[in-house]
């Protein structure tokens, strides 16, 4: 028997597998195929103060080994999900799960902090940095070390739960963001958020998104995100949870090699509706195969 | 929704550029007529969303257009290959809100789910009738077999080659009365058809979908009565709540 525990900070989870925010919804979709409480824990659409349409549509484009969107944090806000959307989660999945959050300024952080940390399902808070922030020329706060450390520090101080920030990968260097998340005192980082990307329709000679660029996710990205890990480790003592393009259990492994914690699936939940559960039950044959026992052994094993 | 294998028992030609399909597989999951399957593909990262033309028993009829690289894919498949599909996406049709004499219009490839839409009333005790638009002759499909349905059927070219020269809201126009109108096609024929229409209805809209089951928000519109997910609470949208 291999054992597939992981622990982020003191939440021990069965396994690493965790459906990637924005690609899961809050689980009612896929809890009609199989029960989530297989899943390591889950982290839920982005939730941010007030309710958001996003982008206009179309949002979605595809490219080879992967796809693009621009949802714009489309999300029915943060009153809403705490009275309805995580109790219905609470619902269908028992363990506990990552409150994806995001904001357009620091206050709208702290708002959406505060009222997840009264959540008792939720374990951890995860915090999208990749929002412009609309105070400071719309620049995003994942850019800068200093705006990153700001947000650390300010959901920091209205919260006990762990917090992660996720990590943009359309930054100079990553690693110095991690390292001054760290430092303001993130609990654990996730990475990688989606890469600014585009596509043009060849008969209408325009950009098939409407918001002319978006974000790209699925296979294709696996090598950048498993290289970011690679380097964010190498200067953060705190754990990751890698994501970017993971679609199988040995993609898991390679994420876990690298130096992540515990992974996340996102696209790959919307191209098959069964991909986590897959890689779930894959894992064991591929530990076995080459020859893991426990997956807390191989974290950072590649450096 | 169901994920499940399905095995091509027939992959024909209708036009130049149309094909239809028949597979074989569970269609369990399916229940209303204007609802969708969504295909993989080898090689093709997103699945491609086409809507149920016809379902006996086991056996799915979906008729596609090729544009692109998917459904180009797909014309090239043959018999006994088999296939990934997601089924009973979608809402569908909703035929009790319908009136005894429905009509049911579709544009090009928004026609085939309306074959299934006018078998679903038919069985319900409706007298549907048909408007189907091409824009020329060499490009209509499907019109035998609505008439075989024993329904009446108007043809609309835009070319004037068949039938009615002009569009679908053209044949509207001399298709005598109804109390319902169902439709399904290009957005710019839709919106013509929700202005000519006289009576209340249900018109299917596209959108281009990242999971096509209601997880990625990726093909919202807003409606009258809050955002909606076209793949999971449309395609089919209520006149009432439509906002052009
Ligand atoms: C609910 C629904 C039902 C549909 N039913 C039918 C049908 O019965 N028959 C039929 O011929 N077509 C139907 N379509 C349109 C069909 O999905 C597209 O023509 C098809 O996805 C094109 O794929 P492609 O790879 O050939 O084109 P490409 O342009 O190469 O596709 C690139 C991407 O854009 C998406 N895309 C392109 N055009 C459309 C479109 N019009 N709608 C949605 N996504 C699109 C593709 O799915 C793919 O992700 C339906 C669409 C929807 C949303
Ligand atoms: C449709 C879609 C919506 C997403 N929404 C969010 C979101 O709300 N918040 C967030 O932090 N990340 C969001 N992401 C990013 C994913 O969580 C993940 O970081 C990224 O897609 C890379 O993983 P993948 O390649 O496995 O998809 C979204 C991704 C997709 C594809
Ligand atoms: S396509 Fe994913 S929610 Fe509609």
Redesign the pocket.
Known sequence: MVDTKVVLNNIVLDNPIIPASGTFGYGAEFTELYDLNILGSISFKGTTLNERFGNKTPR???CESGMLNSVGLQNPGLKAVCEHELPNLAQIYKKPVIANISGFSLEEYVECARAMDKKENVGIIEVNVSCPNIHGGGMSFGVLPEAAAEVTKAVKAVTTKPVYIKLSPNVKDIAAIASACEEAGADGLSLINTILAMRIDLKTRKPILANKMGGMSGAAIFPIALRMVYQVYESVKIPIIGMGGISSAEDVVEMMLAGATAVQVGAANLKNPFACKEIIEDLPRVMEKYKISSLCDIIGGAH | MKKSIFTIENNERLTNDVYRIMLSGDTSAISAAGQ?VNIELDG?Y?R????V?DLEGTMLT???????????KMSLLTKGKKLDLLTGL?NGYDTSKSGDNPVIIGGG?GV??LYMLAKKLISAGKKPKAILGFNTKSEIFLEDEFSALGIDVYVASADGSYGIKGYVTDALRECGAYDYTFSCGPEPMLKAVYNAAETDGQYSF????GCGFGACMGCTCETKYGFKR??KDG?VLERGEIIW
């Not at chain 2, 491609?48 to 809507?51: F, L």
């Not at chain 2, 596209?206 to 979908?209: G, K, L, V």
């Open positions: 979605i484009a595809e | 969708f093709l997103l491609r969303p086409i809507s033309c979906l008729i596609y257009k090729v544009v692109g690289r998917g459904t180009e979608g490839v085939p789910p596209e959108e281009r979908m076209i793949c395609p």
